[in-house]
């Protein structure tokens, strides 16, 4: 199943969570996602992302460039949902309470257009 954006419906977190957990059941290998090791996967993965940006002075990426971002970031986020799933996380909810804390330290009247932390704004 390839989910591409045109007349087709976009994947919703829930559909794209069951079909990691679906994959990974048909193949038997939740024994070997504990945590520790899900999370050196996210770390792994977010590595050979940040390679496709290494020496390049400038930003345009080319249509194989990103379609390999594609990948590595689908590789990052399946990791992130499967490390989840093991702590007990619910992802979604997580983000969206993590946003509520950057928006309370980044407040839009002192942080907009500036990349300071938020101890130095």
């Known amino acids: 199943m390839r989910w591409i954006l045109d007349s087709r419906a ?25 945590p520790k090791d899900l999370a050196l996967s996210v770390a792994i993965e977010a590595g050979e992302l940040v390679e ?33 799933d093991k702590a007990g996380v619910d992802l979604p909810a997580a983000v969206i309470d993590k946003l509520a804390k950057n928006r309370a330290k980044y407040p839009v009247e002192k942080a907009r257009g500036r990349a300071d932390k938020y101890n130095r704004l």
Do not use: G, N
């Not at 990426?61 to 992130?80: F, G, N, P, Q, T």
């Open 10 to 34: 976009v994947p919703t977190f829930e559909e794209a969570r069951a079909a990691l957990r679906a994959f990974v059941d048909e193949r038997d290998w939740d024994q070997f996602h504990d």
């Open 52 to 84: 496709i940006f290494q020496w390049r002075a400038a930003a345009k990426l080319s249509e194989d460039e990103r379609a390999r971002v594609a990948e590595e970031l689908a590789d990052v986020a399946m990791y992130c949902m499967l490390l989840a």
